[in-house]
């Protein structure tokens, strides 16, 4: 049975910093496209970023230079590091892996809230 548990939930001034962290179990992460989504009140689910089995990174351009997604493959554990947080980050935000462009689709975690007040 395939789970992924994110943790790292939080609440931040605009600016601040938070790490997710996403521990996986039932597959090997090192095997497999790994990727961060968001959903906002309102608001269709978006992907943030990904890391390749290689690890090779994408992120979206509403993240870029701010987000650093990576991955510790003995640990399983795949980390999101937000830096300069705006009140625009704000969401829930989701693990997972599948075949979609931020590697969504097939197993999803329950997901971790995060809250950039201003």
């Known amino acids: 049975q395939v789970q992924l548990v994110e943790s790292g939930e939080g609440s931040v001034q605009a600016g601040g910093s938070l790490h997710l962290s996403c521990a996986a179990s039932?597959?090997?992460?090192?095997?497999?496209?790994m990727g961060w989504f968001r959903q906002a009140p309102g608001k269709e689910r978006e992907g943030v970023a990904r890391?390749?089995?290689?690890?090779?990174?994408l992120y979206a351009d509403s993240v870029k230079g701010r987000f650093t997604i990576s991955k510790d493959d003995n640990k399983n554990t795949v980390f999101l590091q937000m830096n300069s947080l705006k009140v625009e980050d704000s969401a829930m935000y989701y693990c997972?892996?599948?075949?979609?462009?931020?590697?969504?689709?097939?197993?999803w975690g329950q997901g971790t809230q995060v809250t950039v007040s201003s």
């Open positions: 997972a892996t599948g075949l979609s462009a931020y590697c969504g689709g097939t197993y």
């Open positions: 039932g597959i090997n992460i090192n095997w497999y496209c």
């Open positions: 890391i390749n089995k290689d690890g090779r990174t």
